[in-house]
């Protein structure tokens, strides 16, 4: 994993030119990241709560429902290491701004 911002969003969060990138703070960076995840998986819990597996030859019983959140969570992580939505870039030059005006007070 690098440490320069490279992924661009639609609001040009990222897209400095190859002389202007910018090293990133990796524990601000993980944060971004993870709250991406997060994100992806809130999103993604719904979407297998409509699923009726009782049905199923193999579908439905207390080991699915008990694996499903892990399952949801590790396919968001899955989603945001391979670019996700593009919050977390959004998310890290927020966090950014706010440690910023933090320090100034």
Same mark, same amino acid.
């Given at each position: 994993?690098?440490?320069? !911002?490279?992924? %661009? /969003? @639609?609001?040009?969060?990222? /897209? *400095? @030119?190859?002389? *202007?990138?910018q090293v990133r703070d990796p524990k !601000?960076?993980?944060t %971004?990241?993870?709250f991406e995840a997060m994100t992806?998986?809130?999103?993604?819990?719904p979407m297998f709560d409509t699923v009726d597996t009782s049905k199923g030859f193999f579908g439905g019983g207390v080991g699915e429902s @008990?694996?499903?959140?892990?399952?949801?969570?590790?396919? @968001?992580?899955?989603i945001e290491k391979n670019g996700g939505l593009g919050l977390a870039p959004a998310v890290y030059h927020q966090?950014?701004?706010? *440690?910023e005006k933090g320090s100034k007070k």
């Open positions: 994993m690098s440490n320069e !911002i490279t992924n %661009a /969003t @639609s609001s040009g969060y990222g /897209t *400095q @030119s190859s002389s *202007q990138k !601000i960076w993980k %971004a990241s993870d992806v998986g809130q999103m993604l819990q @008990s694996f499903r959140p892990m399952l949801t969570t590790e396919m @968001s992580k899955q966090m950014l701004e706010m *440690q």
